[in-house]
């Protein structure tokens, strides 16, 4: 079956960089484009970022010039690079796919920013 695994997050300082990572099986990784998504305490769920199979990004524009999305279709694996990272970005994260039957989502992993 589908699986989506994240991993990476944790507590950081204001400024700090985190990597997180999104370990993908049961389904062919290659087509399909992946997303990262956020959801904030009392907040609803929220678009991050997003990678098309070519390899063509989307940022939220509150996180473009600091988070970096990328995917290693090798290992069927997703990535998100975020630097400087603020208190506004503690959420817990999650990676999403849309696949031609419906869309699978992992359970989260959560990144917290703050001094």
């Known amino acids: 079956q589908v699986q989506l695994v994240e991993s990476g997050g944790g507590l950081v300082q204001p400024g700090g960089s985190l990597r997180l990572s999104c370990a993908t099986s049961?389904?062919?990784?290659?087509?399909?484009?992946m997303g990262w998504y956020r959801q904030a305490p009392t907040k609803q769920r929220e678009l991050v970022a997003t990678?098309?199979?070519?390899?063509?990004?989307n940022y939220q524009d509150s996180v473009k010039d600091r988070f970096t999305i990328s995917r290693d279709n090798t290992k069927n694996t997703l990535n998100l690079q975020m630097n400087n990272l603020k208190p506004e970005d503690t959420a817990v994260y999650y990676c999403?796919?849309?696949?031609?039957?419906?869309?699978?989502w992992g359970k989260g992993t959560l990144v917290t920013v703050s001094s």
């Open positions: 990678i098309s199979s070519g390899g063509s990004t």
């Open positions: 999403n796919v849309k696949l031609t039957t419906r869309e699978y």
């Open positions: 049961g389904f062919f990784f290659t087509p399909y484009t």
